[in-house]
């Protein structure tokens, strides 16, 4: 039972890191029509509504203590990491922000450590961060073929990468509440969103409606365009329909609420260890769908950036032997 129990969250994992891989990709489309802030609020109204139509009821805690860790999700997983992330995507390659944000684990391991006891800071630990951070100093300094070293996305991308540990350090917390996955989730996106209202307002007061008529326009990744031809422009493409609803509907509703599952029943450490395997699917999309290509020092980047995460999981299974 224990073991089906584990494969079933191993299933929910490898199908969250699936989809969310194709997402830079996704996401680097979008950006060509909607600021990174449009594209955030967009994809987790459509997300928020549709785990209210999976679950039409309202969830109640016994302990109204216990919202914080809600709303810290909401503001570290969704509303700081996403819009970091966006932003990220919108200065540098998707293959470079994918590999950056794929050390998330080592941030999650220390947050678990420090706050929650648990034991994964090992020898194997730390070798393997030191593998993983070389990796991504490589992949950061050989930039993108086209635009060369982009610092700003890739500090961004880190940053967000910090963000989704504190988020897995909430998740472990909200998932001993023992609580309706779908629920739970929905209470995160509702954070969340209260949380990007601030980033709209400030956008409107200070940056207000943008001209779009001009070729060279560049969307800034704060805005909320209000011009009504560009907007019917753009809502009228299908393509940035299918893409919207792919990031709400598959890699929010869906990968939010399969990842929620996939810790409860792994653990939260090693379900976020999955994450390296996110470059890889992002590499392979961004090929075909961007033409995106990455350089010979950029490949010896992504390869010891994944092989110092995997260096890293060796003090899991070997404690999982242990016990």
Same mark, same amino acid.
């Given at each position: 039972?224990?073991?089906?129990?584990?494969? #079933?969250?191993? !299933?929910?994992?490898?199908?969250?890191?699936?989809?969310?891989?194709?997402?830079?990709? &996704?996401?680097?489309?979008?950006?060509?029509?909607?600021?990174a802030?449009e594209?955030?609020? %967009?994809?987790?109204?459509l997300?928020?509504?549709?785990?209210?139509?999976?679950r039409p009821?309202?969830l109640? %805690?016994?302990?109204?203590?216990?919202?914080?860790?809600?709303?810290?999700?909401?503001?570290?997983?969704v509303?700081?990491y996403?819009?970091?992330?966006?932003?990220?995507?919108?200065? =540098? /390659?998707a293959?470079?922000?994918?590999? *950056? !944000? /794929?050390?998330?684990?080592?941030?999650?391991?220390?947050?678990?450590q *420090?706050?929650?006891?648990?034991?994964?800071?090992?020898?194997?630990?730390?070798?393997?961060?030191?593998?993983?951070?070389?990796? !991504?100093?490589?992949?950061s300094?050989?930039?993108?073929?086209?635009?060369?070293l982009n610092?700003?996305?890739?500090?961004l991308? $880190?940053?967000?990468?910090?963000c989704?540990?504190?988020?897995?350090? +909430?998740?472990?917390?909200?998932?001993?509440l023992?609580?309706?996955?779908?629920?739970? =989730?929905?209470r995160?996106?509702?954070?969340?969103?209260?949380?990007?209202?601030? *980033?709209?307002?400030?956008?409107?007061?200070t940056l207000? =409606?943008?001209?779009?008529?001009?070729?060279?326009?560049?969307?800034?990744?704060?805005?909320?365009?209000?011009? #009504?031809?560009?907007?019917?422009?753009?809502?009228?493409?299908?393509?940035?329909?299918?893409?919207l +609803?792919f990031?709400? %509907?598959?890699?929010?509703?869906f990968?939010?609420?399969?990842w929620?599952?996939? +810790?409860?029943?792994?653990g939260?450490?090693?379900?976020?260890v999955?994450?390296y395997?996110?470059?890889?699917? =992002?590499?392979?999309?961004?090929?075909?769908?961007?033409?995106?290509?990455? &350089? $010979?020092?950029?490949?010896?980047?992504?390869?010891?950036?994944?092989?110092? %995460?995997f260096?890293?999981?060796?003090?899991?299974?070997?404690?999982q032997?242990?016990s």
């Open positions: 039972m224990f073991k089906n129990h584990a494969f #079933s969250g191993l !299933v929910f994992a490898s199908l969250s890191v699936f989809l969310w891989g194709i997402t830079f990709v &996704s996401t680097k489309y979008l950006l060509r029509s909607f600021s802030y594209i955030l609020i %967009l994809r987790f109204l997300a928020y509504a549709a785990l209210w139509i999976l009821k309202s109640h %805690l016994e302990d109204k203590k216990n919202e914080i860790y809600f709303a810290l999700a909401g503001f570290s997983g509303t700081a996403q819009f970091m992330e966006n932003m990220a995507i919108s200065y =540098t /390659s293959s470079n922000v994918s590999i *950056i !944000v /794929s050390i998330c684990p080592i941030f999650a391991a220390i947050f678990t *420090i706050f929650l006891k648990e034991k994964h800071l090992t020898i194997y630990f730390n070798i393997g961060f030191l593998l993983a951070i070389f990796g !991504v100093a490589l992949v300094f050989n930039g993108v073929v086209e635009f060369h610092p700003k996305g890739d500090f991308a $880190f940053l967000a990468s910090l989704w540990g504190i988020y897995s350090l +909430c998740v472990s917390k909200i998932n001993s023992e609580l309706d996955f779908i629920q739970a =989730t929905r995160v996106f509702f954070w969340a969103l209260i949380f990007m209202i601030p *980033i709209g307002l400030f956008s409107i007061m207000g =409606t943008f001209p779009v008529s001009t070729p060279d326009f560049k969307i800034p990744g704060i805005s909320l365009l209000l011009d #009504s031809e560009f907007n019917h422009f753009r809502f009228s493409n299908p393509l940035n329909w299918l893409n +609803c990031l709400g %509907l598959g890699a929010s509703a990968c939010f609420v399969a929620n599952i996939a +810790c409860e029943r792994l939260t450490v090693r379900a976020t999955g994450i395997l996110i470059p890889v699917v =992002t590499i392979v999309f961004a090929f075909f769908a961007l033409g995106e290509k990455i &350089s $010979f020092m950029g490949a010896v980047g992504a390869v010891l950036t994944i092989s110092g %995460l260096v890293s999981e060796i003090k899991l299974k070997e404690n032997a242990r």
